[in-house]
Structures are given as structure tokens and as C-alpha cells.
């Protein structure tokens, strides 16, 4: 009775866990930014940025840390956690999403396509719809995933003191790549 | 019995937070709160308003920093506040690394040159190796050449030297709090003086009141002082940040700005007046 009780819980949990194997994961994905201005051009780079892809249900997520962005020059870096994307309070971004008409792609043979993916972007504390078409690549039991979208720095609420206005771009350009494995 | 049924619960419980992935974000989510990071920005600049913070420029930062301190207040209408006098120190600093600092300077004020070298030894932190506090030494060294007619002094006699330990904690966003234990060494003394070394501990903070503007306040308590007349240094101000500036207004009963002056040889009394206006603007510049 007791092994039997134990015996079907275990097997409960491994189902759960065989569910979890739809999951593919990236944990050293990379985002990056580039926001061209007059004055000066600042792009920083994220290499630490957590990806998971379902591909039972065809949805996806993507969190990562603020501080984990790293740029050219360290004053940058302290502005961007201080100033503007207050990374104390609000340590990370996250996206989550669905892949549209995800039942018509296939995913399991080899070949690179484009699909739309829709979903809420959130950064500093606010949430947005994103819409962005991502190049997935498929080969063996290895998934690439790659997009680029712009973003408006002012809809996320990150004001930007007029001093600076010419140093910092209103819309920048965020890239995205993910080597997803199972 | 109740034990298996005690580990089944457990294991039934932590197979749903595995179903729980379903949520895909949770997990993820769940997976990076342990991830460690450094604690930035306990303060806006190297400077908390007269001594030094636990702060240093990263690696191939260079700071350029000028500070002026005007005459004292209580000169009134007919000193303009003091702003008829100033004295000031002409800075530049170097980050070798992401933790070892140094710097040379030049003070109007007895015509005196000073060099510092500050590392950090430890570095705030939260995540899963996470550190509550941040610790800085600086060694700071000071050589006095105003001439004096009626000694002649050796080299070594004009030299003082500062050790300090800062230890920091940025509690919220907003607020930092400093502790300052430090001694001063000189090699020679005045007939006046009592003793060639100076022990004291210092304390300050700083409390942002919006992302760019600060208010900031030091205080430098000596158990051993250089002479009978010395007074322990007060420190009032205020931080603005913009862009690559960073402007420190303030008012204290110090007129040095390096450590073994306004913390050991500061003369003037907060309370009766005698109090300078002064201001650090830093300007920092990626040279590396």
C-alpha cells in the first residue's frame, strides 16, 4: 500500500516533468539595444537573458536582469540602472508571448522560417503589447530564434531630462537571439 | 504511514510547481532571483562632500574635480558671504581597475600637493551571494609647500598621511549611510600641537529627493586631536547630477578639502558662523 501510494505519486511527478520536456530553455541568450541620437550613439549588450519556448502550446517567454546589461562606458551603465530604468525597483524586463498560426509551422525539421510573435513586453514596471516577426532556425534538436523591434523609450515611462534630449534616442532598436535546447 | 503520505504531499506539491511552468515566465523567473548582482551607485560621485566615499571610477574613468571653498558666511554684506576669498584644489583621478582608484591634487590652501590611492575591498551585493555593506580603504598622503621663514623644514617634516576605512550600505534607492574610522599621521608638529596623530571616526549619508538631486551631510567626530584649538568638521549639502557632471554644493566649517586638513586642522565653529560656502563639480571622461 505504502510503495503503491509512493510508486503513483512518483509517476505522477515524471508526467508532470515529461510535460516540462515541451519546454526548450536558453539561458545565455542575448539582447541589445541601440539608440542613435545626435550628440552620441549608446548601444549596450545582455548576455545573460533567460528564454523559454513552448512547443506544445507555441508560446514563449524571455526575462532578464536590468544590470545585466553592460555598456561601452561604466558612467553609461550606472545612468541607465540610476536614472532611467531605476533597476533597484524594477530589477528586470520580461516578454511573454504566443507564436501566431504556430499549429502550421513545424518545428521539429530541420529549415528556417518567419513567424509572427505577439505578446507584452515589460520594462520598467510597465507593460506593452509587442508584436515582432522572429526567425526561428531549426537544426537537429537545436531551435535559433532571432528578432529586432523598436521600442519607444517614453511609453515605458523612462523620462529623459531635456539636458540630455540630444544624447539619447526616443526610439531604439532592441535585437534579440536565442539558442534554444532542450 | 503519515511519513509517506507526508512525502508524497511534498512530492505531489513540487511536481505542480513543475506544472506550474506552464507558466513559462514564472519559471524563468523563479531561476534568475538567485542570480547575484553588484549594488551600484551607493553614491553619485568619489566625494561625499569634504572626504571620500566608498565610491571609485571604473576602470579607464578619468574625474576631473574642482572644488572651491569661498571665506566663511559671517563675513556678511562687506565679504559678500565670504565669496571675496576662496581657496581651492584642482583634482585628477584614475581608475587602473574596477576597484583600485588613484588620484593627485593640488590645493591653494598652503600651497599643498596630495595623492591618494583607494581600493575597494568589498563590494555590496544582493542575489544569492548577497553582502550588506561596502568596504574602501584609502590611503591619501599630503605635502605642505608654503614656505615658512623661520623654519627649516625637511621634506619628511612636511609630509602627513591619512588611512582611512570607509564602510557603506545603500539601504533603499534613495538613502546611503557611511562610517568613516580614520587616522592622521604627521611627522612633524607645531610647538602649539599635542600629538603627530589624529584618530577620528566619521559619519554621513546621503538621501536622494529625486533621481538627480540629493541632499548629503558628514561629520568627522576626533578622539585625538592635533592641538587644543582644533574643531571636529561639519558638512551640509547638496548633489546635482547632469550627464557626466556631478555638482556638490555645500556648507562647512572646513577649509581643507583633503582628508588630514578638514578632518584634523579645521579651526572654524559651525555653531558661532563661521561657516564657508563651497562647491565640487566633477566631470568624469572614458578614457580607456
Known amino acids: 500500500m505504502k510503495i503503491r501510494l509512493l510508486i503513483l505519486t512518483i509517476a505522477i511527478c515524471t508526467m508532470g516533468q515529461s510535460m516540462a520536456q515541451n519546454t526548450m530553455l536558453d539561458r545565455n541568450g542575448t539582447a541589445s539595444f541601440f539608440s542613435e541620437a545626435p550628440m552620441e550613439d549608446i548601444e549596450a549588450i545582455n548576455e545573460k537573458v533567460l528564454g523559454a519556448i513552448d512547443l506544445k502550446k507555441g508560446t514563449l517567454a524571455v526575462s532578464m536582469l536590468m544590470k545585466g546589461f553592460h555598456f561601452e562606458r561604466s558612467l553609461m551603465e550606472e545612468h541607465f540602472n540610476e536614472n532611467y530604468l531605476e533597476s533597484d525597483k524594477f530589477p528586470k524586463a520580461t516578454f511573454t508571448g504566443t507564436i501566431r498560426d504556430f499549429s502550421k509551422l513545424n518545428f521539429l525539421k530541420n529549415g528556417s522560417f518567419e513567424a509572427e510573435v505577439e505578446g507584452e513586453l515589460e520594462i520598467h514596471g510597465v507593460k506593452k503589447p509587442l508584436k515582432t516577426k522572429v526567425k526561428f532556425d531549426v537544426s537537429d534538436s537545436k531551435l535559433k530564434a532571432a528578432t529586432v523591434f523598436k521600442i519607444e523609450i517614453e511609453k515605458f515611462d523612462i523620462e529623459v531630462p531635456t539636458l540630455v534630449i540630444k544624447n539619447i534616442a526616443e526610439i531604439v532598436e532592441v535585437k534579440a537571439l536565442f539558442n534554444f535546447s532542450i | ?288
Do not use: C
Open chain 2, 1 to 288: 504511514m503519515i511519513k509517506i503520505i507526508f512525502i508524497s504531499a511534498v512530492l505531489l506539491l513540487s511536481s505542480i510547481s513543475l506544472y506550474a511552468q506552464d507558466d513559462l515566465l514564472a519559471g524563468l523567473e523563479a531561476e534568475q532571483s538567485n542570480e547575484t548582482t553588484l549594488v551600484d551607485a551607493t553614491f553619485k560621485g568619489t566625494r561625499l562632500i569634504n572626504g571620500h566615499t566608498i565610491e571609485t571610477r571604473k576602470k579607464g574613468v578619468m574625474d576631473f574635480i574642482i572644488a572651491h571653498r569661498f571665506g566663511t558666511v559671517d563675513g556678511g554684506t562687506y565679504e559678500l558671504f565670504g565669496l571675496d576669498n576662496a581657496t581651492m584644489r584642482l583634482g585628477f583621478e584614475y581608475g587602473m581597475t574596477d576597484r583600485l582608484y588613484i588620484g593627485l591634487g593640488r590645493s591653494s590652501f598652503e600651497k599643498t600637493y596630495d595623492g591618494f590611492i583607494k581600493y575597494r575591498l568589498i563590494r555590496q551585493s544582493k542575489g544569492s551571494e548577497s553582502m550588506p555593506f561596502s568596504a574602501t580603504w584609502l590611503s591619501t598622503i599630503a605635502i605642505k609647500t608654503l614656505k615658512d621663514p623661520e623654519l627649516e623644514l625637511e621634506f619628511a617634516d612636511k609630509v602627513a598621511n591619512s588611512h582611512q576605512l570607509l564602510l557603506a550600505s545603500k539601504l533603499t534607492s534613495a538613502i546611503s549611510i557611511q562610517l568613516m574610522p580614520t587616522w592622521v599621521h604627521r611627522n612633524f608638529i607645531g610647538e602649539e600641537d599635542l600629538n603627530n596623530d589624529v584618530f577620528a571616526l566619521g559619519a554621513g549619508g546621503r538621501a536622494k529627493l529625486s533621481k538627480r538631486f540629493g541632499l548629503s551631510m558628514e561629520y568627522y567626530y576626533q578622539f585625538q586631536q592635533l592641538n587644543e584649538n582644533t574643531k571636529n568638521s561639519i558638512a551640509i549639502g547638496v548633489d546635482i547630477e547632469t550627464g557626466g557632471h556631478v555638482f556638490q554644493l555645500q556648507f562647512t566649517n572646513a577649509t581643507s578639502m583633503i582628508p588630514k586638513g578638514f578632518i584634523s586642522e579645521t579651526t572654524n565653529d559651525f555653531f558661532e558662523g563661521e561657516i564657508h560656502f563651497g562647491f565640487n563639480v566633477s566631470r568624469t571622461f572614458q578614457v580607456r
